[in-house]
C-alpha cells in the first residue's frame, strides 16, 4: 500500500502536531510491513521563531520517503501562515505530480492541509483520511470578529473550501469529540475519535524529590499566541498572588512579547518568560514545579476543542490549573481528579481557588493508561490501514 502522508509539523519541530504525526508515521511503517510504503511531505522545522533546528530535506529509505519544505520565517500572524503554506502547497503538488498512492492522509489543524490532501486525492481517485485538529472556520470568525467587511467575504470562501474537502473524505478522525456536532452536516465520511495522547517520554518518570519550598511554582509550556490568551491572565494572577507564587513561562509565539509588555507594566517580578527547550529539559522543569497551568482564550472556536498540553500534564501528577470552558471543561471534570477549574480570563476565580487548594501530587494511573500515545496511535495506524 502506497500512503501519501501530509503534515505540516514533523520531527524534529516541538509542537502537537509533529508529536501526533512522528508516532503515528512510526507505527504505520511497522503496521504495513514489507508491502508497506509511505511518503511523508512536510516542513522544516517552523513552529516557533526562537527554536532552531534542521530536518535532513531529504530522506529514502526501502520503505518511506520524507521531504521536508523550507518555507519562509514567520511569526504565526495570518498572512505569514497563508504565506508559508503556499510554499508547502506549491512545492507539495509538484513532488506528487509524476508519484501514484493508494490513500492520502493529511492531518490539519488549519484547513489547507486537508485541502492539499482533497487535491491529490481527487486527481489520483484515491481515499482521503483526514485528522482534524481544529475547527478553521470558526477560527476565522474569531480571527476577524468585529471586521465585518472582512470576516464575512472570507467566512463564504472557507465554508466552500471546507464543503469541498470534507464532504468527499473517506474517513474523517476528530482529535476532539467536542467538533462532532459541527461534522454532522458531512454525513459521507466514516468517523472516528482517536485523541491526543502522553508520549512515551512522559511514561514511567522517576518521581522527583518533594518541592520543599514556600514559593509554589507554576509552569506553562507551550504556544503564547493568541489563542491562548496569556497576557489576560498570567500578568494580573501573579500580581494578586504575590511573591508567595512564581510563574515560568515557557515558549514562543505571536503574543509572546505583548504578555512581556503586560507583566511590565505591571510591575510583577514573580513571571519568568523562557524560550522553548528540549523535551528532556521541560520534563526537570514539569518536576520542578508544583502546578501546571494552561489556558484557552474566551473565543468560541475554542469551545470545541480539546487542548493536547492536559495529556502531557497529566502524566506528571501535578495539580493542573485549567481556564478552558465548552467541551475542555467537560472533559477535564470527567478525566481528571486532581484540578482547579476555572471559565477562561477569570482570573478572580482562578486565583481565588488557588488559594484555597489544599490538594498534591496525585498519580493519575488509569488516565495514563487508558490515553497512551501508543496505545492511540496503534488503533489509529489500523484505521488508516483498513481505509479503502
Known sequence: MRILFLTFYFEPDLCA???RNTPLFRELLQQAGVNGWIHVITTQPNRYNSFHVEGQAEVIKGNYRINRI????????????????????????RLTRKERYDLVYASSSRLFTAFLGRRIAGRQGIPLYLDIRDIFVDTIKDVFRGRKMIQIPAGICFKWIERYTFSKAKHINLVSEGFKAYFEKYDKPVYSYFTNGIDDIFLNIPKPTK????????????????????????PM????LGNRYFFR??????????????????????????????????????NDSDFLFLHLNDLEAFKKVLPSKLFEYAAFGKPIIAGVGGYASQFVRENLDNYILFAPTDVESMVTQLLK??????????FVRKFARKNIMEEMARSILECR
Do not use: M, W
Open 357 to 366: 487548594f489544599e490538594g498534591c501530587d496525585k498519580d493519575q494511573g488509569n
Open 211 to 234: 518541592r520543599d519550598s514556600k514559593v509554589k511554582v507554576i509552569t506553562y509550556a507551550g504556544n503564547i499566541g493568541s489563542g491562548q490568551g496569556l497576557e489576560k491572565v498570567v
Open 249 to 286: 513561562i515557557i515558549g514562543d509565539g505571536g503574543i509572546k512579547k505583548l504578555l512581556k509588555d503586560k507583566v511590565e507594566e505591571l510591575g510583577v517580578h514573580n513571571v519568568e518568560l523562557l524560550d522553548p527547550v528540549s523535551r528532556d529539559k521541560l520534563i526537570e522543569y514539569y
Open 237 to 240: 494572577a501573579a500580581q494578586k
Open 70 to 93: 523550507r518555507i519562509p520565517e514567520h511569526k504565526s500572524g495570518f498572512i505569514d501562515q497563508a504565506k508559508s503554506f503556499r510554499v508547502y502547497y506549491k512545492e507539495a503538488l
Open 17 to 19: 502536531g509533529s508529536f
